[in-house]
C-alpha cells in the first residue's frame, strides 16, 4: 500500500460538464478546452478527451508504477541484477513516481532501504 498525500481515488469526470474532475464531493481540476495562449481556439475534442482521460487515471497509474517497481526490485533481488540498464530503468521509474506523487519513494512506500 502506498501512503499518498493526494486527494484519494476514485477520481470521475462529472458527467454533465465533461470537463471537471471531481473525487466525491472534492473538486480535483478542470480540463480546458481552450489553448493557453490563445484562448479562441479550442483543443480538438479527441485531444481533450485523452487529456480528461490521463487525469481521471492518474492516482491508479501511480498506484501500478508503485506496484510494478516493488515487484521490479524483488525480482532484481532474487535475480541478482545489477545492470547498468537496468538500474538506470530503475531510477527512471522512481524519479518518475517522486514527480507524480511529490513524494520520496521512501516515504511513498514505507520502504526500508
Known sequence: MINTKHTPKPW????????AINAGDKHI???NYFNSIDSNTRVADEEHKANVCLI???PDMLEMLVTAREELMSIARLQDWHSD??????DK????????????????????Q
Not at 540498464?85 to 530503475?90: I, P, S, V
Not at 524519479?95 to 526500508?112: C, D, F, P, Q, R
Open 29 to 31: 481540476c478542470m480540463v
Open 85 to 90: 540498464e537496468f538500474r538506470y530503468k530503475l
Open 12 to 19: 470521475k469526470r462529472i458527467d454533465v460538464c465533461k470537463t
Open 56 to 58: 481521471e487515471t492518474a
Open 93 to 112: 521509474l522512481t524519479a518518475t513516481i517522486e514527480k507524480a506523487s511529490g513524494m520520496e519513494i521512501e516515504e511513498l512506500t514505507n520502504e526500508i
